[in-house]
């Protein structure tokens, strides 16, 4: 596809290396020349070589990058103990929890439903942050029966859900029940 438009713009002589990660190319790198070159081995290899280490400094970064994530998790859960540690009421504890899990882990909004047990069925109680007037006008009057909307149930885990369906759906609420093994 390329090829073409390239003999057309004059390009005479490309070399292409991979970006590896993992053992994985996750990317290349492609150099043009208006000339006619011919490389030797040994230039072959170097380029070779640049591409190793290209590779390995792309390692390295997305490992630094890891760290820090890592630390700001360890970072926000030591905040999130920190304000339970100081709650005295229980819808402290859940605005302080709202408030240091959706800040600490970068979330715009958060919110705590509570099981009504006159219609066993989730209803939303408290929130931290602000995902627009529309949404929490929604959100405010929604509930969920077990088996719909935010799916977790005794034993279950969060799950992180990057739904595109509509506010309130039953998988916006970003829980569901895992499938498979811990």
């Known amino acids: 596809m390329r090829a073409p438009v390239a003999q057309r713009s004059g390009i005479r002589s490309a070399v292409c290396f991979p970006v590896v990660e993992d053992g994985a190319v996750v990317a290349t790198m492609d150099f043009f020349s208006a000339e ?11 380029l070779r070589s640049v591409g190793v280490l290209v590779s390995q400094a792309v390692t390295r970064v997305h490992a630094a990058e890891r760290q820090v994530k890592a630390a700001q998790d360890i970072a926000a859960v030591t905040q999130v103990l920190r304000e339970l540690s100081r709650a005295a009421t229980v819808q ?6 709202l408030e240091a899990i959706r800040t600490g882990f ?3 909004y958060g919110s705590y439903w509570r099981v009504d047990p ?28 077990e088996g719909s909307g935010c799916r977790a149930g005794p034993g279950d885990r969060a799950t992180w859900s990057s739904s595109r369906t509509s506010p309130r ?6 829980c569901r029940r895992p499938s498979g093994p811990a």
Do not use: I, M, N
Not at 92 to 97: K, Q, S, T, W
Not at 124 to 129: K, P, T
Not at 169 to 174: F, I, K, L, N, V
């Open 118 to 145: 006159s219609d066993a069925a989730l209803h939303w109680v408290q929130e931290s942050g602000d995902a627009g007037a529309e949404f929490r006008a929604v959100t405010k009057t929604a509930s969920f029966r």
């Open 92 to 97: 402290d504890v859940v605005g302080r929890a």
């Open 169 to 174: 759906s039953p998988t916006a609420c970003g």
């Open 36 to 46: 006619r070159l011919e490389p030797s081995p040994r230039r072959l290899q170097t």
């Open 106 to 108: 970068d979330w715009t």
